[in-house]
């Protein structure tokens, strides 16, 4: 029996560091997050390549597009490019939740994320720019995957939804806010004081990440009671097979340089047996998602969603402008998706904590909110008029971003506690290597074919009623909710008691060998 120690007792965390600061702070950082995302996209940031008319005057270009003369396909392909570092990243993050403490890793994720787009302000060349805008992604990989499954833990039973909308409801609005924030500072100063800006509201928050008393999430062991308990098997291990050395007549002279490589040995065997263990219980519970129908249908529809939020958020803008010849474009995309995505998003979240937050009940908002959305946009853009093309719009996006939590409930709830991480970051990568990501190179290339915006924005807004039709199937099939099963870590320290994850998450058990 390890005899008790008052070192290993955690000490009180900051009596200010509450559920809803906790929160507060989450939305802070995923609201910087996506204001990167609206940067770039702008008018301000992005800028425009060098056009020239038919009497051969040329109009020098602006923006990142300008600088480095890049055509609307490389354009694009700046916008996807974090998708490399998200694709490789997230999932490696959501595996290192089980060895590693997830707060920790979030600060690891946001001092990459704050170095990559300090990079970007400093580019020199497209593909410099393009490098850094991938780093980006490995930073964001970490926070994505791992903040929801702590608001979920956190937030009150009733009102659990509630939160997540809160949470996700800075996509939108941050996305809406880069759009104005990029305008300003590009067409007022230059492009990459957007970037560095961003990279100075972000550095508080990596900080933060490393010098808070880090938090446990429900399901997953301390990381700290993990390494006790390996450590006194090894050193049950050794000291048994010292006393069978003993007993052998062999531990008369030279002792202890035998139990030490006695250690050396058994440590090196364990670094390998624990990451053959980790790749095989990675592979176990991405063939656990893959086989859940609940999840898979989640995600399908999911992906054909993000397939053209993410075209409107890169291209809308530009096609605003080319369309109804908006002058401020940024302001006006910006200032309706402001609105329409916090009013959307947080209605979605109380809706369904209204009508019973099942993953049935969520499929129904889901199907429900994105079909009537989509015939909005689609009725808008057919419009000649631009007064009615924003109300029409407005509504569309109202309904569209009512989506956002109820779709993240179901990744949350449909799987067991312990692979809500990986679950967050198979879900992430799938929407955005199958959605976002080549929706904006190919909506770029079909633009550069057909030469009309409005026909191109009709041909996407289409593809939300096949997401409408996927997440209907959802309504049809068996869900249950496992987020209370499996809830306590399998083969570790015996836990005598257990308090709320923000009063301290350590475990107090003792280890018996």
């Not at 055509?71 to 490399?84: I, P």
């Not at 302000?121 to 702590?150: D, K, Q, T």
């Not at 900080?207 to 429900?218: A, D, E, I, R, T």
């Not at 631009?386 to 029409?392: C, D, E, N, W």
Request: overall charge neutral.
């Amino acid at each position: 029996m390890v005899p008790p120690s008052s070192s290993m007792d955690p000490s009180p965390p900051p009596s200010w560091f509450t559920p809803k600061r906790l929160l507060i702070i989450f939305c802070v950082i995923n609201m910087i997050n996506y204001v990167d995302r609206g940067a770039i996209a702008s008018n301000g940031v992005n800028g425009s390549s060098e056009t020239c008319d038919d009497k051969g005057i040329c109009k020098s270009g602006s923006g990142i597009q300008g600088e480095f003369d890049l055509t609307n396909f490389q354009d694009g392909l700046l916008s996807s490019a974090f998708m490399v570092g998200l694709l490789v990243a997230s999932p490696i993050f959501a595996s290192l939740a089980k060895s590693y403490n997830p707060f920790r890793l979030i600060g690891v994720g946001l001092s990459v994320w704050t170095l990559s787009v300090a990079g970007c302000a400093s580019a020199f060349s497209f593909w410099f720019i393009a490098i850094c805008r991938m780093l980006v992604g490995v930073g964001e990989a970490s926070f994505i995957s791992l903040a929801a499954p702590f608001i979920d833990d956190n937030a009150p039973v009733s009102q659990k939804t509630a939160w997540l909308a809160m949470f996700y409801m800075c996509i939108p609005t941050g996305i809406a806010v880069g759009y104005v924030y990029g305008g300003y500072v590009g067409g007022h100063f230059h492009w990459r004081y957007a970037f560095w800006g961003e990279a100075l509201l972000m550095l508080p928050f990596a900080v933060f990440g490393f010098l808070v008393k880090p938090l446990q999430l429900k399901g997953f062991s301390p990381v700290e009671s993990k390494k006790a308990l390996a450590s006194v098997e090894t050193v049950s291990s050794v000291t048994d097979d010292s006393k069978a050395s003993k007993l052998d007549g062999r531990m008369l002279v030279g002792g202890d340089g035998i139990i030490g490589d006695k250690l050396s040995k058994t440590s090196k065997s364990e670094s390998i047996h624990n990451i053959l263990n980790q790749l095989s219980r990675f592979a176990k519970d991405v063939k656990v998602l893959l086989v859940d129908k609940v999840y898979v249908v989640n995600v399908f529809g999911y992906i054909a969603y993000n397939f053209v939020i993410g075209a409107y958020s890169y291209w809308g803008p530009k096609a605003g402008y080319n369309i109804y010849h908006m002058k401020s474009a940024d302001m006006l995309f910006g200032g309706v998706t402001i609105v329409c995505g916090i009013l959307g998003t947080i209605s979605g979240g109380f809706i369904l904590d209204r009508m019973g937050a099942t993953i049935s009940n969520a499929f129904i908002l889901l199907s429900g909110a994105t079909f009537l959305g989509a015939i909005s946009c689609f009725s808008a853009f057919c419009l000649r008029s631009l007064y009615g093309f924003i109300v029409l719009f407005a509504v569309g996006e109202l309904l569209v971003f009512a989506t956002q939590a109820p779709v993240n409930y179901v990744c949350l709830h449909c799987v067991r506690p312990s692979l809500r991480p990986l679950s967050m970051a198979i879900s992430t990568v799938s929407i955005h290597i199958f959605g976002d990501v080549p929706s904006s190179p190919l909506v770029g290339i079909l633009q550069d074919h057909i030469n009309n915006w409005r026909d191109t924005a009709l041909i996407l807004t289409s593809i939300l009623f096949l997401a409408a039709g996927i997440w209907f199937i959802g309504v049809f099939l068996h869900a249950v909710d496992k987020s209370n099963d499996g809830s306590q870590p399998v083969s570790t320290p015996r836990i005598t008691s257990r308090k709320p994850l923000l009063d301290g998450n350590v475990d107090e058990s003792l280890c018996e060998v």
